[in-house]
Structure formats: C-alpha cells, structure tokens
C-alpha cells in the first residue's frame, strides 16, 4: 500500500494517509457476512432490517416491556461493552440486567445462548458495530478496553 501506513492495534486498525487517519474495527476472527445473515434470521424481526429498531422504542408498551431499540447510530447499542452486548444476547435482557443490577426495567428480549454458539453471537455483534459511523465504533471500542 503505497502512500499508506497500518497501524495494529488491540482492537483496531489505524490506517494512516496523507488526508488522515481513520480507524477501522478488527473483530478477530470475525465473520461480518455470516453476521449480517444470522442478524437476519435471529435480530431483524424486531430490531429491523436495516438495524431501525421499533417505533417508540424509548417508551414502554402497556404491559411495561420497552420495545425493540435500534441497533444503528441513532440507538444506545454501541454505548456498551462488548462483554454486556454478549451477555444481553446469550442470556436474554431480564437475566443480564439483573446480573448488572438493574432493576426495574421489563426486557422483552429472549436469550439466544441456546440457539446461537458465542462465535455466532460475536459475528453478529461485528456486523451490528461494522454499520456504525467510525466515532461511534471508536467510543464502542473504548468503553470495551475501559478496565
């Protein structure tokens, strides 16, 4: 790559030209294609084709459960860890909120610890995190390094 620089990190790929540097997120041994069709089969029915979430998600329906939130930008998906997304998607959202302890907020969203392996779970936490804008993946990335 002539006139370009790469830069490894722990969990990211600096690459450095003339006009800047951007950072581009390293999942290693991600598979962001199988990601994007296990989203598909087991995430879009509620969050959304296009990671759009349902509408009023941010106000509980009558029987006090939120709806689906988005996983794009515009939702709160990338203001947690790697290890709570994980763990929301394997346990299910009571069961993981209440390993955090929080209280007080229904989850409607199921476990998929026993339909999906944690590698197909990390694949599709890559393709959710690879349709971010690059500020967005970078806090994503610091909160997940954060000790």
Known sequence: MRGKRLIMGGTALA??????VWLVPVVTGADIARGARLYGEACASCHGDKLQGQPDWQTPGADGIYPAPPHDESGH?????????????RLGGAQALAAQGVTGIASGMPGFG??????????????IKSQWPERARAAQAA???AP
């Not at 690459?15 to 800047?20: P, Q, S, Y």
């Not at 947690?80 to 763990?87: G, P």
């Open 77 to 89: 998906t990338w203001h947690h860890s790697d290890e709570v997304l994980f763990d929301y998607v």
């Open 15 to 20: 690459l450095a030209t003339g006009a800047g």
């Open 143 to 145: 909160r997940s390094a």
């Open 114 to 127: 026993d339909r999906l392996s944690g590698t197909e779970i990390r694949d599709i936490l890559a393709f």
